[in-house]
């Protein structure tokens, strides 16, 4: 992972460690550490400053496979992970540890599922390829391949929502100071959906293609496809 200097567009740091390719980063709100994920499917914090790997997320009650996903939450030391596996892992920066899961994919509720007389290593799970965090409100949102926008509670780590496009979810992004989500997905489309509630309330944009990535800025939503068109 190469860390930039946008102004001066000089390197400013090299983080190197993850086995296999990095997929996923975000500083903390502090822009005191950074976070990666990766398909070796651990989450490593890292001091910007010196380029060194201060803790790695990995092992027992962590992701089983590749991790796609990271955001770190505003108003706590938290971090979520979502994962090919189906799931999304909250850790802590400060103890350095895992402290809850949600499952994304609902056939993981079942450890003992079987599909066609195959063991649940062959599984093939919805991953978890967007999440977000609300400032407001306890919530956590992930998106999945399977085209599911789930609200999950992090009191009462129930879920409280589920919100369905028609395809894959490319980027959530909370509103700030609202429980307003905006999902952008493969289906072409980004909404904008009330967490309390499970609703949509707007349809922002339509492409002609798949849309590939999504920003949010100053209450101005930003969608870029495969169409060849940013709106």
Request: with cysteine; hydrophobic share 35%; proline share 3%.
């Amino acid at each position: 992972c190469w860390i930039w200097d946008a102004s001066s567009g000089n390197c400013l740091s090299v983080l190197a460690g993850h086995e296999a390719p990095l997929t996923c980063g975000a500083f903390t709100p502090n822009g005191k550490r950074a976070v990666t994920g990766s398909l070796d499917g651990t989450v490593r914090i890292w001091d910007p400053k010196t380029s060194s790997c201060v803790h790695t997320f990995s092992g027992h009650d962590w992701h089983e496979a590749g991790v796609v996903s990271i955001t770190c939450s505003q108003s706590s030391p938290l971090f979520a992970a979502g994962g090919q596996d189906g799931t999304v892992r909250i850790g802590s920066l400060e103890a350095k540890k895992a402290v809850a899961t949600f499952t994304h994919d609902t056939k993981r509720a079942n450890a003992n599922l079987v599909q066609d007389g195959a063991d649940e290593g062959h599984i093939e799970y919805a991953s978890v390829e967007a999440v977000a965090f609300c400032d407001t409100h306890p919530f956590l949102a992930s998106g999945g391949t399977d085209g599911v926008i789930k609200i999950f509670d992090l009191n009462s780590h129930s879920c409280r929502q589920v919100c369905r496009h028609q395809d894959t979810i490319v980027k959530l992004a909370f509103v700030p100071q609202t429980a307003l989500l905006v999902a952008a997905s493969r289906d072409g489309t980004s909404r904008v959906w009330d967490a309390r509630s499970g609703e949509c309330v707007r349809l922002l944009t339509t492409h002609d293609d798949m849309i590939v990535d999504m920003a949010l800025s100053s209450g101005v939503v930003s969608t870029c496809s495969d169409d060849h068109k940013c709106r």
